[in-house]
């Protein structure tokens, strides 16, 4: 009898295994489609989200679109502006020292940084003409001028 239970029990233990392992293979699907659930539902509530933080932001960003481009339209007027007038100092000025036959090392150095400031914003080519001419004049004779005291000053300002 004892043999009889004894198999009987490693039977049912056999059993029982086989009935385990068919229900957990038959729960895969079930398991599986709970997990895509929930995944869906976690997207569905992150694009609620991303919606609302979306429409919540709108106005600010749109607020700041208009803002930097009235910002962008400043800027661009005010280079404008800023060729207009190194423009007419670039003629003004080359045509002095045209009208004179000559020029100052001090005059050249002013005209030249008007000049590269008038060119880098996109000066047309009436500038550069007039920029060949001045750099084209002889230059006169100066014991002191503005440039060489600069550079001793520089120079000064470096020995410290």
């Known amino acids: 009898m004892w043999l009889l239970t004894s198999i009987f029990d490693q039977r049912l233990t056999e059993i029982s295994v086989i009935v385990g392992i068919l ?4 729960a895969l699907p079930i398991f599986k489609s709970i997990g895509n659930w929930s995944q869906r539902r976690r997207k569905h509530k ?19 679109h208009r803002e930097h481009q ?3 339209d400043k800027l661009a007027d ?7 007038l190194l423009h007419d100092r ?7 020292m ?3 036959g000559e020029t100052s090392i001090d ?16 000066g047309n080519g009436t500038g550069e003409a007039m920029n060949r001419r ?10 002191n001028t503005l440039v060489q005291e600069a550079d001793r000053i520089h120079k000064e300002r470096e020995e410290k």
């Open 107 to 122: 005059e050249i150095d002013n005209f030249i940084h008007l000049y590269q400031r008038y060119r880098k914003l996109g």
């Open 70 to 72: 009235e910002i962008m």
């Open 46 to 64: 992150a694009d609620r989200l991303t919606e609302a933080i979306a429409k919540a932001t709108r106005p600010l960003i749109e607020s700041y």
């Open 134 to 143: 001045v750099m084209d004049l002889p230059l006169k004779h100066e014991t």
């Open 90 to 96: 670039v003629y003004i000025d080359g045509q002095k």
């Open 98 to 100: 045209l009208d004179k």
């Open 23 to 26: 229900g957990a293979i038959s």
């Open 78 to 84: 005010q280079d404008e502006t800023s060729i207009s």
